[in-house]
């Protein structure tokens, strides 16, 4: 059973920064790729950065410029920088990891951005 577990959320000013990890029970080359994904209040999921096990990465454009998606293989860590933070960032963020048979997910962590 993969577990993935969440950290770095929080509550922060308009215009600050956060660093949200997510580190996996297993190496994380061994899922086809990874990424972070964010429900808003009242909205539908939606994708955030997603980065391939070769390390290529994909940022929505609503964050790009703003977010990058990162990784530490030797920790089993996924991370997502996300920098000029604005309230409308606010969400439950969740990592998300998929291999061929199964996606997991964490349980989400709430970032809270105030005006």
């Known amino acids: 059973q993969v577990q993935l577990v969440e950290s770095g959320g929080g509550l922060v000013q308009a215009g600050g920064s956060l660093i949200l990890a997510c580190t996996a029970s297993?190496?994380?080359?061994?899922?086809?790729?990874m990424g972070w994904y964010r429900q808003p209040p009242g909205k539908q999921r939606e994708l955030v950065a997603i980065m391939a096990s070769s390390g290529g990465a994909d940022i929505a454009d609503s964050v790009k410029g703003r977010f990058t998606i990162s990784r530490d293989s030797a920790m089993n860590t996924m991370y997502l920088q996300m920098n000029n933070l604005k309230p409308e960032d606010t969400a439950v963020y969740y990592c998300?990891?998929?291999?061929?048979?199964?996606?997991?997910w964490g349980r989400g962590t709430q970032v809270t951005v105030s005006s």
């Open positions: 297993r190496n994380i080359f061994s899922f086809a790729h």
């Open positions: 998300n990891a998929r291999s061929y048979a199964v996606d997991y």
